[in-house]
């Protein structure tokens, strides 16, 4: 599965989709990192996600740290049901800055 | 009702038949348990639950009989592909099987290391995330031996769990638990279903553990299965032996007289 990456305003937004398993998930960590190692402003969507387990979710905390440790934006868009209830499991819905949708975040800028 | 999505079976054991050595265990089981559910196995010491279980993890090769997981029946299939399927299992043992020589994050990690090549810091994470819902946050550099029973239980099913698998298998969550610790571990075996959509199956003979999270309780007694049924159905049941269980009612043993005092003669025939 391929994650489509586009520019919108000030971010760098990487759209996963399907399912974010131990096969994906290095791939997507990879890329969100070198994003982020680039001082790019990342947003992750995860509105086509049907699936993430915990290695998925493991690749977001991680960027998230590294973000922060950079001072860049780091969030997520469009978080699908099943992706939620994943998070939620670890209270991780708490902790990630969660967006409806680029567009709602650019235009409240 | 059932308000489950169609049937998808995730467990499906066909007439099971159990030895160790010449001593019948299993007479014949049959069980199936769908996606996403709850399945409770029930029974008193030597109803063969164990047993069952044994053959469930691919640790015993039945008599007869057949048992698929995922669709694979692993009476049939080779070391390799048990191994693969392993990856989509989680197992949490009765007395939580932690190496002692091993912290719990090292413990809890250690399937990711046995069967994948994840980034060192992405397994980390994961081990911690697993420790956060078990309620161990920040226990990951301790010793098993330094953690309370319940901590053990909930470190082993963090390790069960890592993987994320499809069907968890986790015995006797509730024993040698204060109530407070066991209601607990119900809780979280809840939460892990809804979220995960994890299909689990627990032994145990905990009635009040097995009332709160089944979705279907099966109960074996002497090898055969006295009822498959909801927890309403099963408490419901005018089957004599399943209210003696419920009961906790000791059986009835038959005597018979010649075969009994035989035994005790030590006399073969």
């Known amino acids: ?109 | 009702m059932d308000e489950r999505a169609p049937s998808e079976a995730v467990i499906e054991i066909e007439n099971l038949v159990a030895h160790y050595g010449d001593r019948q265990i299993l007479n014949g089981v049959s069980l199936t348990v769908e996606k996403g559910e709850i399945m409770v196995i029930m029974g008193g010491s030597g109803s063969g639950k164990s047993t069952l279980l044994r053959h469930l993890l691919g640790l015993k090769k039945p008599t007869s009989g057949s048992i698929r997981l995922l669709g694979k029946d692993i009476t049939k299939i080779s070391k390799k592909e048990i191994y693969q399927l392993r990856r989509d299992m989680g197992v949490a043992f009765q007395g939580g099987a932690l190496f002692g020589s091993m912290t719990v994050g090292e413990n809890v990690q250690l399937p990711l290391r046995e069967h994948t090549k994840l980034d060192e810091k992405t397994m980390q994470i994961m081990a911690r995330m697993k420790l956060e819902v078990m309620n161990l946050a920040g226990f990951e550099d301790l010793m098993p031996s330094e953690l309370s029973g319940g901590m053990v239980k909930r470190a082993a099913l963090a390790r069960a769990v890592i993987m994320d698998p499809k069907l968890l298998f986790f015995d006797e969550p509730s024993a040698g638990l204060d109530p407070v610790v066991s209601a607990e571990l119900d809780e979280l075996i809840l939460r892990l279903r809804n979220a995960m959509n994890m299909t689990i199956v627990v032994v145990t003979h905990e009635l009040e553990s097995a009332f709160k999270i089944a979705d279907r309780i099966t109960m074996l007694d002497l090898g055969n299965i006295l009822i498959t049924d909801t927890v309403e159905n099963v408490r419901n049941s005018d089957i004599e032996r399943v209210q003696n269980m419920l009961n906790r009612r000791p059986r009835e043993v038959d005597v018979d007289t010649e075969a009994y005092l035989r035994r005790l003669t030590g006399q073969k025939h």
């Open chain 1, 1 to 109: 599965m391929e994650s489509n990456v586009s520019t919108e305003g000030p971010f760098t937004v990487i759209a996963l989709a399907g399912e974010v398993d131990l096969y994906y998930s290095p791939k997507a960590r990879e890329q969100i990192l070198s994003y982020l190692n680039k001082q790019k402003n990342v947003l992750v969507d995860l509105s086509k996600v049907a699936y993430i387990d915990s290695s998925g979710v493991a690749s977001l905390v991680e960027g998230y740290q590294l973000a922060r440790s950079k001072k860049l934006q780091f969030g997520l868009v469009g978080v699908s049901q099943p992706a939620l209830q994943v998070l939620q499991l670890a209270r991780l819905d708490k902790v990630f800055p969660i967006h409806g949708s680029v567009a709602e975040l650019i235009d409240n800028k």
